[in-house]
């Protein structure tokens, strides 16, 4: 099955510096990628996914790049302010015609944003 | 708005006694998952349906059953069985995929319910 790895585990940045969580998965058929926000106490939001079919997505001050050749995925947040700090999990899934799909979760990144 | 609710937001078991999760969504959507969520861990699967009256077991579905007679309802019930089940529950639906490259709604989550032993 599908084993989804997430580094790092936590991360501290600066208000107004980039943060770089990255993803690494195992089954070459999965094909999207999505990345949800948690913060305390709520359940989580998606903010931002991929697809196979492309290699970098970006939405504000979120990207998302996707390198398939080495199975890897990464979330990018740009001039970072304090309400960025959640924590932050990829996933991975293989989406096949009329099946619901089974999202495979990474173990999590604690992003803090300091002042 | 369209979404999904779940209760209680926190909820506590006693020994030997059964719990139940509620789980609703307004989103007409055909899917609906739950999640666990340890410390230090992703989320895991414990049951999803693709569709009203049918379910499966996820990866951690011992100890827990589900039902699924309505489209927007899909409860989940901690027994006695499951020896550890101090954690954060999340309950997520979407569109079953029709295609690879199309409009494949990603999953959407509720707020979650942690349960608690006492």
């Known amino acids: 099955g599908e084993n989804v790895e997430q580094h790092p585990s936590t991360l501290s940045v600066q208000e107004g510096d980039s943060a770089v969580i990255k993803c690494t998965y195992s089954?070459?058929?999965?094909?999207?990628f999505p990345w949800y926000k948690q913060e305390l106490g709520k359940g989580s939001q998606l903010i931002i996914d991929?697809?196979?079919?492309?290699g970098e997505k970006k939405d504000q001050r979120i990207a998302v790049t996707l390198n398939k050749t080495a199975k890897h995925f990464s979330l990018h947040i740009t001039e970072t302010q304090p309400e960025d700090s959640a924590v932050y999990f990829c996933?991975?899934?293989?989406?096949?015609?009329?099946?619901?799909?089974?999202?495979?979760f990474g173990t999590g990144t604690r992003l803090q944003v300091t002042l | 708005d369209g979404g999904i609710t779940q209760s209680p937001k926190y909820l506590f078991r006693k020994e030997g006694q059964n719990v139940t999760l509620s789980c609703e969504q307004n989103?007409?959507?055909?899917?609906m998952y739950w999640y666990r969520q340890d410390p230090g861990q992703g989320l895991r699967l414990i049951y999803y349906?693709?569709?009203?009256?049918?379910?499966q077991k996820g990866d951690i579905a011992e100890g827990y059953s589900v039902s699924r007679e309505k489209k927007e309802s899909f409860p989940l019930t901690v027994t006695s069985a499951q020896k550890n089940p101090t954690a954060f529950y999340l309950c997520?639906?979407?569109?079953?995929?029709?295609?690879?490259?199309?409009?494949?709604?990603?999953?959407?989550f509720g707020d979650g319910t942690r349960l608690s032993i006492l």
């Open positions: 989103l007409n959507h055909d899917a």
């Open positions: 996933a991975a899934k293989v989406e096949r015609n009329g099946t619901a799909s089974k999202l495979t």
């Open positions: 997520a639906s979407s569109h079953p995929g029709t295609g690879i490259l199309d409009g494949n709604q990603p999953q959407h």
């Open positions: 089954d070459s058929a999965s094909n999207y």
């Open positions: 991929i697809r196979s079919n492309v």
């Open positions: 349906s693709q569709i009203v009256n049918d379910f």
